[in-house]
């Protein structure tokens, strides 16, 4: 992994830095070309130990550290070149490296995972922003037809089983992958009618129409037509309980008892039932009082609410 030099001098090595998995782990690739990119995070390993780098004030050190191996001290530093600068360039020269500008490429859409060096799409098509033009057969292995340039920096390709996009030191590879069915629980709601409703816990929510009401435990909450009451348990939705059914009288009983116990009348104007839709016995009705013209006031109101 070291370079030597005419008196077997060990040069020390870069590594890039490809993620990280904590502040203390993560994957790097060796670099086996002379060229290194700014802008791009490095870890460098020493054969010896050191004390500070000639150019140390010209980058971004992220972290130093010293380790023991094959009976043999080393040092790392990681790195990163934010600009080019005549040290930089004398000391990698010295060590037979050549810094360049980067290049850079970044997946925005859609949210993918990454699994070892590809990035997994399961869409058709990804989103790219990149600092250089895409080329089909170029810089990217799919033909013309399958890039759609939106504007500057942001171009729309369309994904083949394998996708390779790189230019210099950018590098990024999607494959296509089948949307994977989610391993759940299915969770069973429990679903429960009652007038009131004891309150257990501080797990109970209220909804009506007048919005959502956290329940207090020990409370006794009559249960309102329109209402219902939802429990949780670690967040997720476990009962529902809600109202009886009123009692619904028929049309036809409703109408009888108008008759039976109100008795005010009024004058029958057929035309207040034009744009109505009527049943049966509404019209049945009606025709009665045509004869007499004449309708009971409560009867009237019930049929313009739907009731009869």
């Given at each position: 992994?070291?370079?030597?030099d005419?008196?077997?001098?060990?040069?020390?090595?870069?590594?890039k830095?490809?993620?990280?998995e904590?502040d203390d782990?993560?994957?790097?690739?060796l670099?086996r070309?002379?060229?290194?990119?700014?802008?791009?995070?490095?870890?460098i390993?020493?054969?010896?130990?050191?004390?500070?780098?000639?150019?140390q004030?010209?980058?971004?050190?992220?972290?130093?550290?010293?380790?023991r191996?094959m009976n043999?001290?080393f040092?790392?530093?990681?790195?990163?070149?934010?600009?080019?600068?005549?040290?930089?360039e004398q000391?990698l020269?010295?060590?037979?490296?050549?810094?360049?500008?980067?290049e850079?490429?970044t997946?925005l859409?859609?949210?993918?995972?990454q699994?070892?060096?590809?990035?997994h799409i399961?869409?058709?098509c990804a989103?790219?922003?990149?600092?250089?033009?895409?080329?089909?057969?170029g810089?990217i292995?799919?033909?013309?037809?399958?890039?759609s340039?939106?504007?500057?920096?942001l171009?729309?390709v369309?994904?083949?089983?394998?996708?390779?996009?790189?230019?210099?030191n950018a590098?990024?590879m999607?494959?296509?992958?089948?949307?994977e069915a989610n391993?759940?629980i299915?969770l069973?709601?429990?679903?429960?009618?009652?007038?009131?409703f004891?309150?257990?816990?501080?797990?109970?929510?209220?909804?009506n129409?007048?919005?959502?009401?956290?329940?207090?435990?020990?409370?006794?909450v009559?249960?309102?037509?329109?209402?219902?009451?939802?429990?949780?348990?670690?967040?997720?939705?476990?009962?529902?309980?809600?109202?009886?059914?009123?009692n619904?009288?028929?049309g036809?009983r409703?109408?009888?008892d108008?008759?039976?116990y109100?008795?005010?009348?009024?004058?029958l104007?057929r035309d207040?039932?034009?744009s109505l839709?009527?049943?049966?016995?509404?019209l049945?009705y009606?025709?009665?009082?045509?004869?007499?013209?004449?309708i009971?006031?409560?009867?009237?109101?019930?049929?313009?609410?739907?009731r009869?």
């Amino acid at each position: 992994m070291f370079r030597k030099d005419r008196r077997n001098t060990l040069y020390p090595s870069f590594f890039k830095i490809q993620a990280y998995e904590d502040d203390d782990s993560f994957q790097a690739k060796l670099v086996r070309t002379e060229i290194l990119y700014t802008n791009t995070t490095y870890l460098i390993i020493f054969t010896h130990q050191y004390h500070v780098l000639s150019f140390q004030n010209d980058v971004k050190v992220a972290k130093t550290f010293t380790f023991r191996t094959m009976n043999r001290d080393f040092a790392g530093i990681i790195v990163t070149f934010t600009k080019k600068s005549t040290r930089i360039e004398q000391q990698l020269e010295a060590w037979k490296y050549k810094l360049e500008s980067n290049e850079m490429l970044t997946l925005l859409w859609p949210p993918s995972p990454q699994v070892d060096d590809a990035v997994h799409i399961r869409t058709k098509c990804a989103y790219i922003h990149s600092s250089f033009e895409l080329q089909a057969h170029g810089n990217i292995n799919v033909h013309s037809d399958s890039i759609s340039r939106i504007s500057d920096n942001l171009t729309k390709v369309a994904i083949k089983p394998k996708t390779k996009i790189y230019k210099k030191n950018a590098e990024l590879m999607l494959e296509t992958r089948e949307q994977e069915a989610n391993a759940y629980i299915d969770l069973s709601v429990l679903q429960k009618t009652d007038k009131t409703f004891c309150v257990t816990d501080d797990a109970s929510f209220m909804f009506n129409r007048s919005g959502v009401l956290l329940l207090s435990k020990g409370a006794s909450v009559q249960m309102t037509p329109k209402s219902e009451v939802r429990h949780y348990s670690s967040g997720y939705l476990d009962a529902i309980i809600v109202p009886p059914e009123p009692n619904v009288i028929s049309g036809e009983r409703l109408l009888q008892d108008a008759l039976i116990y109100y008795k005010r009348l009024e004058t029958l104007n057929r035309d207040d039932f034009e744009s109505l839709n009527l049943s049966q016995i509404a019209l049945q009705y009606i025709e009665y009082c045509e004869k007499t013209g004449l309708i009971n006031s409560a009867a009237k109101r019930f049929i313009e609410e739907g009731r009869i």
